[in-house]
């Protein structure tokens, strides 16, 4: 469970980001392909002022050596990862990847925004 001062962590910049990934999913409507939605959501963060990076490759290292690399779909403001989903639902396997992202990058708070159903689906993790 989140602590206090973890529930509220970014809290105004999670909340800019749900609203600007609904406008994305009432504009293209569900079932496009993550990439169609990566794409939009990173044209509507510039038409804000939200600076954010697109595949942001994660290093996991092991006593020092790089043992894997992951991709993140998306990094806000170099504090708050974005997986994007177009599934039926946000799954286990969805949010244990989110979770190492996190790990990985000893960053605190990551969304998992789900574009394929009728209505957006969010979960908003944090470590």
């Known amino acids: 469970m ?4 973890e529930q509220f962590l ?6 800019k980001i749900i609203g600007i990934a609904m406008e994305v ?3 293209l409507g569900f079932g496009f ?3 169609v939605y990566e794409n939009a959501l990173l044209v509507a963060f510039r038409l804000v002022g939200i600076k954010a990076e697109q595949q942001v490759p ?3 290292y092991f006593k020092g050596v790089i043992v894997g690399e992951y991709i993140a779909d998306i990094l806000v403001e170099d504090k708050i990862i974005l997986e994007l989903k ?3 639902k946000i799954t286990d396997v969805h949010r244990a990847q989110t ?5 990985a990058t000893n960053l605190k708070v990551a969304l998992i925004l789900n574009f394929g159903k009728r209505s957006l689906e969010h979960e908003r993790l944090v470590r």
């Open 25 to 27: 999913h009432r504009e």
């Open 86 to 88: 177009s599934q039926d």
């Open 2 to 5: 989140e602590s206090p001062q």
């Open 99 to 103: 979770l190492n992202y996190l790990k």
């Open 58 to 60: 994660i290093k996991v």
């Open 33 to 35: 392909l993550e990439k």
């Open 10 to 15: 970014f809290k105004e910049l999670t909340f």
